[in-house]
């Protein structure tokens, strides 16, 4: 016959055993893994509408003629734009949280193009003061020199699924808002 008290004792130093088990440092668990998101996952397909962690180079703005370009779906992201000499932007849809590593991982992307390509400065639109000047850091630890000619807070309409969008025109750093109400298929929607 089987104690119940030697089961139920067996049983606790077998999970306090599992519990104290070292666990290595390397491995995220699945839902961490799951958690974990990337800084930019590709080129925006369409300038005029760049959405959350996508981006535009310059180059590639210059290239195909591109006249505007605007950073969409925003309810608490920032948008970040990057100018050559001419105002040809490099531009940037950070997703909140990880402002100033995505901050200087633009910055960096930039840097790589060459100083010709960030020579006219850059312009950051956020949805808070803390936010923007986080991205600003982060740029600047990438590109120390470079100059921060627009700073702004966007004012976002009222609801669960208000958005702004912040379009800027070749050849200017004015940054033109806009807020519309999103749809529950956009990215970014609250439940």
């Not at 893994?33 to 959350?52: K, M, Q, V, W």
């Not at 910055?107 to 991205?135: D, N």
């Amino acid at each position: 016959m089987v104690n119940v008290k030697s089961l139920f004792v067996g049983a606790s130093v077998l999970i306090s055993g599992i519990a104290a088990a070292p666990v290595s440092s390397d491995v995220a668990a699945p839902e961490a893994r799951s958690l974990e998101r990337r800084t930019f996952t590709g080129a925006a397909s369409d300038p005029n509408n760049i959405l959350e962690n996508t981006y535009i180079m310059g180059p590639n703005y210059k290239s195909k003629g591109y006249t505007s370009a605007t950073v969409s779906n925003l309810s608490g992201c920032t948008a970040l734009y990057i100018w050559d000499k001419d105002f040809i932007p490099s531009v940037f849809h950070i997703f909140c949280g990880q402002e100033r590593a995505d901050g200087k991982a633009a910055g960096e992307m930039v840097e790589e193009l060459g100083s010709q390509w960030w020579a006219g400065g850059a312009g950051i639109s956020s949805s808070t003061p803390t936010r923007l000047k986080a991205v600003k850091d982060g740029l600047k630890e990438a590109i120390p020199d470079i100059r921060i000619i627009n700073e702004e807070i966007y004012t976002r309409g009222e609801g669960d699924m208000a958005r702004t969008k912040v379009t800027v025109a070749k050849n200017s750093n004015v940054f033109n808002e806009v807020n519309y109400e999103g749809t529950p298929t956009q990215q970014g929607k609250k439940n």
